[in-house]
């Protein structure tokens, strides 16, 4: 038997709230570039996972017909033990879980950022702006290009390592 404020909510049609999961937040708030709807829902795919090395950003971009998607991880504060090979494994895995998400897109760019101190005071933002991060690994990946080609090329020079970086990023421990 339907209760009373069921019956009214029946009848004159009351909206029932909604709730966005984390991810579905995470995905608002951290996509940018003018395909800002693509770059959510690709978010929608890629902050449903807890990955070791968390991503920072989503961005999907378009012009003249061509889009292209940004991912952007952090380099430091894993959560949990990383090494080399896991950290070229999870790459692997956003920019195919990008690609699932964007069908039209035709390249998918991931980096790596670590950040750089800057002493209180300091100009962050505008044409005077002191960087605030530093790219420490990168990695572009078009459309059609095979996982074992891929791991292959971010294993030998066909992508950008910060040598300092990776040889101390993959000994710290969470």
């Known amino acids: 038997?339907?209760?009373?404020?069921?019956?009214?909510?029946?009848?004159?049609g009351a909206a029932f709230a909604y709730s966005p999961?984390?991810?579905?937040?995470?995905?608002?708030?951290?996509?940018?570039?003018?395909?800002?709807?693509?770059?959510?829902?690709?978010g929608d795919m890629v902050f449903a996972t807890r990955w070791p090395a968390?991503?920072?950003?989503?961005?999907?971009?378009?012009l003249d017909g061509h889009l292209i998607v940004g991912i952007r991880v952090l380099g430091v504060k894993f959560h949990e033990t990383m090494t080399r090979?896991?950290?070229v494994d999870e790459a692997l895995t956003l920019v195919q879980r990008a690609f699932d998400a964007a069908p039209g897109a035709e390249e998918v760019d991931l980096w790596a950022s670590v950040?750089?101190?800057?002493?209180?005071?300091?100009?962050v933002s505008g044409d005077l702006a002191k960087p605030t991060s530093r790219t420490v690994f990168s990695l572009s990946v078009r459309r059609g290009e095979s996982a074992a080609s891929i791991r292959a090329r971010a294993q030998?020079?066909?992508a950008f390592w910060d040598t300092n970086w990776e040889r101390t990023a993959f000994n710290e421990h969470v």
């Open 85 to 87: 090979e896991a950290f």
């Open 115 to 123: 950040p750089i101190g800057v002493a209180k005071g300091v100009v």
């Open 54 to 62: 968390e991503v920072t950003q989503i961005s999907a971009n378009e």
């Open 21 to 42: 999961s984390i991810a579905q937040l995470d995905a608002q708030a951290r996509a940018v570039g003018n395909r800002r709807d693509l770059a959510e829902h690709i």
């Open 156 to 158: 030998s020079g066909g």
């Open 1 to 12: 038997m339907l209760s009373a404020a069921a019956l009214f909510a029946c009848a004159y």
